[in-house]
């Protein structure tokens, strides 16, 4: 008996036609391409938390700004991302948050810890007050901070992190100081390397940073909880120089 034109026609089971083929593809060539443009243009590493398999955003690049180096078993990464190196500080105030919910976004806000003053016993065995002091090689190593008027002059100029003023010259005529502050530096986060876990510290002026040891940093951790995690990893590390200057 002859089909009638247009009558159903039949499929072999198990075989797509090629609209179902199409279709499909169009979808995950689409899904592929959202994928790629997030990771891409929103330059983020993504991950799915284990405790309730949300997606969650764990950092950019090598700085992980939404995850603790010891919480890194609670994720697992998303095709295409990966961990960085450089961790979130572990916060005690912060122990509820879980891994990708912190609201600070990056490393500033209340997750930096400002080291610029602290009491210590000193050789006499009396208290003596003591100021971060940088590595010198920090002077060779300038950034640059910008200074403006109330009318709309704005001025780059180098910033050698409170060691020393810049040079006037040309249209400056001079430079010096007027109230100094003591507070330049900031412990921002922790850096992974093949060593161990070292500490961060950034220019409050200019964003500079450079990584420390943790013998010229402890002292001015005044959260005693936070300190014990952090000597923690001071002495995983084992560290007890002062001043390899590497810029972070």
Known sequence: MARKPGADKRSTPGLLTMQQINGRTCVYLINKLNLFLRRQLIMGEYARRKSDNAEIKIGTCEDMYYLRYEDRDK??????????????????????????????????????????????????????????????????????????????????????????????GGDITSIHWNGKTSHWWDLICLRETEEGLHPVVQCRQCGHMYRETWPAVLDFIKDKELKRRLMTYAITLGSTYHGVLVPD
């Open 75 to 168: 994720v697992i990464c998303d095709s295409g991302s990966g961990f960085g190196t450089r961790w979130r500080l572990p916060l005690p105030s912060e122990d509820h948050i879980l891994p990708g919910d912190y609201l600070d976004p990056y490393f500033r806000g209340d997750s930096l810890i400002p080291i610029h003053l602290a009491t210590v016993v000193g050789d006499n065995g009396e208290d003596e007050r003591i100021y971060f002091e940088p590595n010198k090689e920090v002077v060779e190593n300038p950034g640059t901070t910008q200074l403006r008027n109330g009318n709309g002059l704005l001025v780059n100029i180098k910033c050698f992190h409170g060691l020393k003023l810049p040079e006037a």
